[in-house]
């Protein structure tokens, strides 16, 4: 897909590596719709730098776990672009549950967003898609998808649902749609790391480093622009998940 003129909605874009894929498509020529559930603020100064480099750019505040507010974020792209031509499903809930629990807060929010979110969004937005004749699907999952993570049940839980959801709309949308996956390793450091967690996450990957927004955007934008590629998932963990294997085998 030529991103040119084309039109992505980018959930989770106000901030942090959403922010740097909505600013790639938007390099690449594409309007694109910031999505944001509180960070207003955030979400119009990164529209204003997507418009800074030549395309329409639209905050629009929903929360993807909300059915009747996905609705009218999708809505308000037709009224203003006409439809949508790529969906980045890239909100995400990080939240310590230990297991077992009496408190199903965080499973019940984090099945909300990384479940019913893309869910949600996909199902809204396939519609003018396959109305447009084409599309492109991109939903951000993490290491998570593929080992367990001690204390984030709900989260590992919710991130392996976006793979096997990504197999099925692309199943399920071709050949006019195409939908893939991105699993995302260390990229921004989050708050609650210390110098030293941060380094050891670093010495955990074979590359011996975090990556960068940039590195984990030119992914998503790549499965955009790969018009052969459907019901895939790539990998950008810098080789983390092999990192513990470097000093010995068994």
């Known amino acids: 897909m030529d991103l040119e003129g084309k039109t992505a909605l980018v959930t989770g874009s106000a901030k942090r590596v959403g922010r740097i894929i909505a600013l790639t498509l938007a390099e690449a020529g594409a309007n694109v719709i910031i999505n944001y559930n509180h960070s207003a603020d955030a979400a119009e100064a990164t529209a204003a730098e997507a418009e800074a480099l030549g395309v329409g750019a639209l905050p629009v505040s929903a929360d993807v776990g909300n059915y009747q507010q996905v609705e009218s974020m999708v809505q308000a792209a037709t009224d203003r672009f006409g439809g949508i031509d790529v969906l980045v499903n890239n909100a995400s809930s990080f939240h310590n549950d230990p297991f077992p629990t009496t408190d199903l807060t965080v499973w019940n929010q984090s099945i909300a967003t990384l479940v019913n ?18 599309g ?57 790391y210390d110098d030293g967690k941060y380094q050891r996450t670093a010495s ?47």
Not at 159 to 172: G, N, P
């Open 136 to 192: 492109a699907i991109v939903s951000v999952s993490d290491l998570s998808s593929i080992e367990a993570w001690p204390g984030y049940i709900a989260h590992a839980v919710g991130k392996s649902a976006i793979i096997a959801m990504t197999r099925q709309f692309a199943l399920e949308l071709a050949p006019t749609v195409r939908a893939n996956a991105v699993v995302f390793g260390p990229a921004l450091r989050p708050d609650d």
């Open 204 to 250: 955990n990957t074979l590359v011996g480093r975090w990556g960068t927004p940039e590195e984990m955007s030119n992914a998503v934008k790549y499965l955009v622009e790969a018009d052969y590629v459907t019901g895939e998932t790539l990998v950008i963990d810098g080789g983390q998940r092999y990192g513990h294997r470097q000093k010995e085998a068994g």
């Open 117 to 134: 979110g893309p869910f949600f969004c996909t199902n809204l937005a396939a519609p003018s898609m396959l109305e447009r004749g084409g």
